[in-house]
């Protein structure tokens, strides 16, 4: 995540996914004051069920800030 702008105060982001139960992926992060950017994980949640690969959508968004988000493919690794 990065942010533009005023950088003296640490910024909570929040980070929100659709469909659910397809990742991990923590449900907010901070970008410590005086940088720009937060780094976090997410991992495909695997299970047993074949699915197909798959669009999962991510949203950040922060107070007084515009929001964004990306389109993840999660691949199906179980046999068709």
Do not use: C, W, Y
């Amino acid at each position: 995540v990065t942010r533009s702008g005023n950088f003296s105060a640490g910024l909570p982001v929040s980070i929100t996914h659709q469909p659910s139960g397809q990742i991990n992926i923590p449900s907010n992060v901070t970008i410590n004051a005086n940088t720009s950017t937060a780094i976090f994980n997410l991992t495909a949640i695997d299970n047993t069920l074949v699915e197909g690969n798959r669009m999962v959508t991510v949203k950040v968004n922060a107070t007084n800030h515009r929001g964004d988000s990306a389109n993840i493919q999660i691949l199906d690794n179980e046999a068709t």
